[in-house]
């Protein structure tokens, strides 16, 4: 069955004639060489999604609850941009992706709509996919093709060619909603078909045939999918979790489609990767959600890790022109920045069964991680073998950036099991280098350390007139 499209070729209304003056411009403090920057996104509660990086090295990202895109350029400038007119007021933007030629694509208006955005020019073109099925995933090959699957009841995929009019047909074998680009231009999405979702699907020039490659079955599903550096094509997996339970059972892997055989490796049962891209060091870079959020990296030969970035939550990740990684965090509103020297050894609980080999021990670079819109608090270095208590003191030293001018918060102490306080929380404010802090026990905190023995207590820094805690430690300390 074919399915024809009607196509807008006049500028988007009031929502892309903002493109060329954006609705709010936000100039946050730029990156220099901070490890890990923040960058709040002005709109609250804007359910950010994924982000792409495009030619001129700015990064597009989606704000799927409040019928916008942004961009954030490399110095930490933040515009936003309304979209077209919505069916209903609810509707949500799906995807985003961005053309060889600069040009991005978005479908929004919870898939009935999509749209090509001239960012130069501030013009868009508007493409009315019907109600029936939705649009899902864009992406756009080298050759400026944009294909968009679209699903509820039947199965397809477009390929719109600019200036061009287009339709589609039932695509036979179905694609779901994840699609992905292989090095060679070709591509990839997850099978559509209720009993093939652990499957993946090549797709054919036409956008309307293919060939089905299966996956082991164990319950999990496609999560993303794209080139790799080995293989015809990488891809992540988990559960997909429900209101009740997080996603879990992650693994990473790629395929060769011309034996059809599989490399996957588990990154543990409490590890759900999401989000995935090819690194400038030839890494698979990926998200990690549910239990144990964070960012991951695994080589061709299976030796990766996952790292925790704070309490910052990744939703998705790009690379940035300056080689750093750039993530939307929707739990938080905000984009991060962080280099990839400090995600290079697991932090975080990664739970049973994990596959995925850890790179050789290093020590790493501490993670200085300020609170979105405030100033940094430092950094906790690791500390070696353990900490005397000295009349009923303890010493905690502290790392502030030295391309910052200072750091300044509130540090804590309690018990690294059950979270019981062992010390008043002290306000702080110290140089740019390292500082050491003394944290007074009170007399709770003496009695739950009893002499003689080690125990493991965890420090934590907060910022000034903030609860949330942004950078932990666990350390151990003997009391005389």
Known sequence: MIHMAATSRTALLTALALVASPLLVVQA?????????????????????RIVTAPDGNMWFVEENVNKIGRITPGGQISEFVLGEQTTEDSRVVDVDVAPDGKVWVVYDSGWSAARVDPAAGTGERFELGEFPYGGAVR?????????????????????????????TDNAPECND???????????????????????????PDANSGTT???????????????????SIWFTRSTSGSWLTSPRNGSIGYLDAATGATQIWSTG??????????GPDNQMWFTNVGLSPGIGHI???????ISSIGNYEPTSLAFGPDGAIWFTDAKNNSIVRVTTDQLQTTNIDLGDGVTMASPPTTTPTPTPTPAPGARSVGALPKVKGITKVKRGRITVPVL????????????????AKGSKALAKQKAYTVAAGKARLKLKLS?????????????????????????KVLVRRTIKVRRG
Not at 29 to 49: D, E, K, Q, R, Y
Not at 183 to 204: H, K, P, S, Y
Not at 400 to 415: F, H, K, N
């Open 29 to 49: 403090s730029a990156p220099a060489h901070a490890t890990v920057s923040v960058f709040p996104v002005p709109t609250s509660n804007a359910g950010l999604g």
């Open 140 to 168: 756009v090959g080298p050759d400026g093709v944009a294909w968009i699957t679209m699903n509820f009841d039947e199965s397809g995929v477009i390929r719109i060619v600019p200036g061009q009019p287009f339709s589609w």
């Open 178 to 204: 994840v699609l992905g680009e292989a090095n060679d231009g070709t591509m990839w999405c997850q099978g559509g078909e209720a009993d093939a979702q652990d499957t993946i699907v090549r797709l054919g």
């Open 213 to 231: 490659y299966p996956l082991p079955s164990d319950a999990t599903y496609p999560n993303a999918l794209t080139g790799g550096p080995v293989g």
């Open 269 to 278: 049962s409490r590890t759900a990767p999401q989000d995935l891209v090819r």
């Open 299 to 305: 080589s061709a030969n299976g030796v990766g890790a």
């Open 400 to 415: 502030c950036g030295r391309d910052v001018p200072g750091c300044s918060g509130r540090i804590g102490l309690e018990t």
């Open 443 to 467: 007399k709770k905190g003496l009695r739950l350390l009893r002499p003689g023995k080690v125990h493991k207590v965890r420090v934590e820094l907060t910022a000034p007139g903030s609860r």
